[in-house]
């Protein structure tokens, strides 16, 4: 009776919650249904794509898709939005406007860049950390830079109006080019053409300063001999069918990127000869006073008479 039992623990242990006890799986994993992962690693032919892409809380799904298929093309690969719809049948509206989510949240950028031959043409650059993001080189002219889309021109489907109140106010508009000569009839013409595109399309209110700003763009445009109904064009086709909510943004993308290239020098046309005028000169038949080449010429009418009696 005096032997103690040696399995026997000298002091009661406390009790485990039930949650806490080591034997015990916690919810989440106790859980059958919800995502599982069957993961292979790549060695060949993959792309390191970041969760703030794959998760972004605010992009929708077609952005981030075609943010990670734009990150894994090599680079020089065309990115512009006739190859992505002839690639994907989502089609070049809402290819656009996914686009432009990923420039607005700074996955996207283009630039303008001048080729050694002399033309300036736009590039594309997908960034994989818009944190980490490069500016455009200080020294570059405004007219090789990248406008940038506006951020604001498309309302991604599904969310709600507390969104725009999260967007910053008072942005700058994107740069626009300047012409080359100031022409205050140049400058005129612009502003009229810019007040009248609320005629063709009620969403083209601009105000004053919007106008002020874009003035000189499209100013830039009638120097090259764009006719004001071929710019008019340009600028209210193929408007985005989910509206505008920066109406002057969108204007001044479209005033930089479409710029076309100056009008191809015209020889001046050769003046024609000026009209020979021959010295005053007498009549020998009858002194009357004439022109002619020829000195001791007779007149038309002692012509005549001398053919006549011949």
Same mark, same amino acid.
């Given at each position: 009776m005096g032997t103690q039992n040696p399995s026997?623990?000298?002091?009661?242990?406390?009790?485990?919650?039930?949650?806490?006890?080591?034997?015990?799986?916690?919810?989440?994993?106790?859980?059958?249904?919800?995502?599982?992962?069957?993961?292979?690693?790549?060695?060949?032919?993959?792309?390191?794509?970041?969760?703030?892409?794959?998760q972004h809380p605010e992009l929708s799904l077609l952005a981030i898709g075609l943010g990670t298929h734009l990150q894994s093309l090599p680079n020089g690969a065309p990115a512009d939005i006739k190859t992505l719809a002839a690639r994907f049948p989502e089609g070049a509206t809402r290819i656009a406007a996914a686009l432009r989510e990923l420039e607005a949240h700074g996955y996207l950028r283009r630039e303008r860049v001048r080729t050694p031959s002399?033309?300036?043409?736009?590039?594309?650059?997908?960034?994989?950390?818009?944190?980490?993001?490069?500016?455009?080189?200080?020294?570059?002219?405004?007219a090789a830079r990248a406008p940038r889309e506006p951020r604001a021109e498309h309302t991604p489907r599904g969310s709600s109006g507390s969104r725009a109140s999260r967007e910053p106010r008072g942005r700058l508009l994107p740069a626009v080019p300047r012409p080359e000569c100031h022409v205050p009839a140049l400058f005129q013409? !612009?502003?009229? @053409?810019?007040? %009248?595109?609320?005629?063709?399309?009620? +969403?083209?209110? #601009?105000? /004053? =300063?919007?106008?002020?700003?874009?003035?000189?763009?499209? !100013?830039?445009? @009638?120097?090259? %001999?764009?006719?004001?109904?071929?710019? +008019?064009?340009? #600028?209210? /086709? =193929?408007?985005?069918?989910?509206?505008?909510?920066?109406? !002057?943004?969108? @204007?001044?993308?479209?005033?930089?990127?479409?710029?076309?290239?100056?009008?191809?020098h015209r020889a001046p046309a050769t003046a024609p000869p000026a009209p020979v005028r021959y010295p005053m000169r007498n009549c020998d038949g009858c002194d009357r006073g004439f022109r002619s080449p020829h000195p001791g010429a007779l007149c038309r009418d002692c012509r005549t008479d001398l053919q006549e009696a011949a």
């Open positions: 026997v623990p000298p002091r009661a242990h406390a009790r485990v919650a039930g949650d806490k006890h080591p034997n015990r799986r916690s919810g989440a994993a106790h859980r059958t249904g919800g995502l599982q992962h069957d993961n292979t690693r790549h060695t060949t032919r993959f792309t390191v794509i970041g969760n703030h892409l794959a002399g033309r300036i043409v736009t590039r594309t650059i997908s960034c994989n950390q818009p944190a980490a993001a490069r500016r455009p080189t200080e020294g570059a002219s405004p013409a !612009a502003t009229d @053409l810019l007040a %009248d595109l609320r005629r063709h399309d009620s +969403r083209l209110l #601009l105000s /004053a =300063d919007d106008t002020a700003h874009l003035a000189p763009g499209v !100013a830039a445009w @009638l120097e090259r %001999d764009v006719t004001p109904a071929a710019v +008019r064009r340009a #600028l209210t /086709a =193929d408007l985005p069918p989910e509206g505008l909510r920066r109406p !002057a943004a969108l @204007l001044a993308h479209r005033l930089a990127a479409q710029l076309p290239p100056p009008a191809p």
